[in-house]
């Protein structure tokens, strides 16, 4: 996925596409457009800066009140809701919920046989992350970050053997 449309372009295809649709996902278009102005918001503000995820152990902490949920929506469409369990006084752990969502990805049946997979395993590759939002709060993280933080754990394990399925996979389609 080396090439990606504007927002802007992705947020009209899909609601040209979901008119068409017998059956439309309207959710899916708005998140687009959601996406798409508030990019162009955050644009217009100061300069960036780079987003750095928190992702720290919580073996020791006490958990003391419920944590917040995101949505995390990766470029084939498929979305992950997981809490973000998070130490009191510290960011919001959202690279330690990424790695959960990844495996939960891995985990869905569907995925599993769409890539040629009959159970969970780590050569299943895991495409970019589209969007991560939190449930609660309705704040977007930055999904340049969140797929660079998650870039190890999204490769596959043994991408000779990806290849071998994906390729096996295309050519039964």
Known sequence: MAHHQPLTLQAQLAYDAALNSSC??????????????????????????PEVLADYNLDRSKLKCPSPRIAVRFMDGEAVFTHVPSAPGKPLNVGRALRVAVAMYRSRRTVQQRNGFRDYDRAMPVPEIFQVRCLETDELFDVDACNEHTAAERASSASERAAAMLHDTLAAA
């Open 24 to 49: 439309p996902d309207w959710r899916a278009v708005a998140e687009l457009f959601h996406a798409a102005t508030r990019k162009r918001e955050a644009k217009s503000s100061k300069a960036p800066q």
